[in-house]
């Protein structure tokens, strides 16, 4: 069974930094592109980047241009969301997602509140 | 900016039909876009229904299907039932490695 972990969520003051984490298991992690996806409150999701199987390719929605940074470690099937410049329209529960297009499966998510 | 538009509610009776649709602020959504469909209810996870259009992820009731209407992208539930109430959202993949949510449906069964 997929499953999808996420830690590192947390109260972060504007101008902080969070890193975020998403243990993988039950899949092979290497050939998998991965996604972060997030929401914030009462409000509709939102692709926030992905990485490609060997980290040559990452894509980030323009509000996180410059400021977040996705990497992935293929041995430990862990992937990575670094936070920096945070700001308080980026509170949000972020979810960690097998896949690009399509999200093959999903966790349950890490809530970051920034304040 | 891309906007990927999607109808802000429907209301559907029990065992009866609805049909949510994604479209484009500007220009058409072809099967080029790799629509995919995702459920949520409220505090939960989302779970993938449809990919590629119209193919079904593992498991999903074949109630949901997917397909191109016109212009748009759509997600046909056929014979809704009380747990089907929930957001639906849409995916569009816009190419360069950027993909854009819909601004999601609340589907109401009553």
């Known amino acids: 069974e997929v499953q999808l972990v996420e830690s590192g969520g947390g109260l972060a003051p504007p101008g902080g930094s969070r890193r975020l984490t998403c243990a993988a298991s039950?899949?092979?992690?290497?050939?998998?592109?991965m996604s972060w996806v997030r929401q914030a409150p009462g409000k509709g999701l939102e692709w926030v980047a992905n990485?490609?199987?060997?980290?040559?390719?990452?894509y980030y929605v323009d509000s996180a241009k410059g400021r977040f940074t996705l990497s992935r470690d293929n041995v430990k099937n862990l992937l990575y969301l670094h936070m920096n410049s945070l700001r308080a329209e980026d509170t949000a529960v972020y979810y960690c997602?097998?896949?690009?297009?399509?999200?093959?499966?999903w966790g349950q998510g890490t809530l970051v509140t920034v304040s | 900016q891309t906007v990927v538009t999607q109808e802000p509610s429907f209301s559907v009776s029990p065992g009866g039909t609805v049909t949510l649709t994604c479209g484009l602020s500007?220009?058409?959504?072809?099967?080029?876009?790799?629509p995919s469909w995702y459920q949520q209810t409220p505090g939960q996870a989302p779970r993938t229904l449809i990919y590629?259009?119209?193919i079904p992820s593992s498991g999903i009731p074949d109630r949901f299907s997917g397909s191109i209407l016109g212009n748009k992208a759509a997600l046909t539930i056929t014979g809704a039932q009380a747990d089907d109430e929930s957001d639906y959202y849409c995916?569009?993949?816009?190419?360069?490695?950027?993909?854009?949510f819909g601004t999601g449906t609340r589907v109401t069964v009553l």
């Open positions: 997602a097998k896949g690009r297009t399509p999200i093959y499966a």
């Open positions: 039950g899949f092979t992690f290497g050939p998998y592109w």
């Open positions: 990485i490609n199987e060997d980290a040559s390719e990452k």
């Open positions: 500007s220009g058409s959504v072809s099967t080029t876009y790799y």
């Open positions: 590629n259009t119209s």
């Open positions: 995916v569009l993949y816009l190419g360069s490695g950027i993909s854009v």
